[in-house]
Nanobody, 128 residues
């Protein structure tokens, strides 16, 4: 059974930092892109960031591009999201995603496919 388990969410003040992680089990994703989406209350799920199988190609939503950094460790089957200069608008449940076509680009992950595997999500709240 494939599982993606996020961790590291929590409450942080505006301007603060947080690093969330997602560990995959049940299959390897060494040859697949991995990424993050988020969903705030009353809003659609939106793309945040993604990284290709090599770790060298990344893609970011415009509003987070200069503040967030995605990375991965294929030896641990894990993807990370370092979030700096957090804003109240970043408050959401952050979901890890993996899969799609092998060797796809980071940008390809913006389109949600039925073949994606999803984590349950981790809550990130930015508030003073």
């Amino acid at each position: 059974q494939v599982q993606l388990v996020e961790s590291g969410g929590g409450l942080v003040q505006p301007g603060g930092s947080l690093k969330i992680s997602c560990a995959a089990s049940g299959r390897r994703f060494d040859n697949h892109a991995m990424g993050w989406f988020r969903q705030a209350p009353g809003k659609e799920r939106e793309f945040v960031a993604s990284i290709d199988w090599t770790g060298r190609d990344t893609d970011y939503w415009d509003s987070v591009k200069s503040r967030f950094t995605i990375s991965r460790d294929n030896t641990k089957n894990t993807v990370y999201l370092q979030m700096n200069s957090l804003e109240p608008e970043d408050t959401a449940v952050y979901h890890c995603v993996a899969g799609g076509s092998p060797f796809s680009t980071a940008h390809d992950m913006r389109v949600i496919l039925p073949s994606y595997f999803w984590g349950q999500g981790t809550q990130v709240t930015v508030s003073s």
